[in-house]
């Protein structure tokens, strides 16, 4: 290694950035790197990601008919009955023991069981929604699902 071959680190010198409209030696005066004329070359030019030049945009082409669910649909926090075997020594389940072991975030939302896994403890759980199969096997296990 040599002194003529040592270098800065890479990130650690910035490249000088153009000096636009500083004369015509500057090599970048008059249009200042702009063109010459059009949209962009104007002062306070900005386009929009979704202006279409003029052109009708594609949300007000597009036709608005028709019915979505999506403002009336209703999200669960789910919890699958292996993660209830988790919990040791508690004989009954309800949102505010789920929070305390870190199975869902939000008291308020609603909570659905899902029948994923098998179910070993009797334990009664309460919950706004089961699935069958884990209602199914709550029951089976000797527990049972309380629907709020």
């Known amino acids: 290694m040599s002194l003529s071959k040592l270098t800065p680190a890479k990130g650690s010198v910035r490249k000088k950035t153009k000096r636009l409209g500083r004369g015509t030696a500057s090599g970048q005066g008059t249009t200042a790197g702009r063109g ?4 962009k070359s104007r002062s306070g030019s900005k386009r929009r990601p979704w202006f279409e030049g003029g052109q009708m945009p594609l949300q007000r082409r597009v036709p608005k008919r028709g019915f979505s669910n999506k403002r009336f649909r209703q999200e669960f926090q789910v919890v699958n009955i292996h993660d209830l075997n988790l919990i ?12 305390e072991f870190g199975l869902i975030k939000e008291p308020n939302k609603p909570v659905k069981i ?12 309460t919950a706004d929604a089961f699935s069958e199969t884990a209602k199914e096997k709550i029951e089976k296990a000797g527990g ?5």
């Open 88 to 99: 040791e020594g508690v004989k009954e389940i309800n949102a505010d023991k789920l929070i």
């Open 114 to 125: 899902l029948g994923y896994g098998e179910m070993t403890n009797a334990i009664s759980i």
């Open 36 to 39: 010459m004329n059009g949209q």
């Open 144 to 148: 049972k699902a309380l629907v709020l």
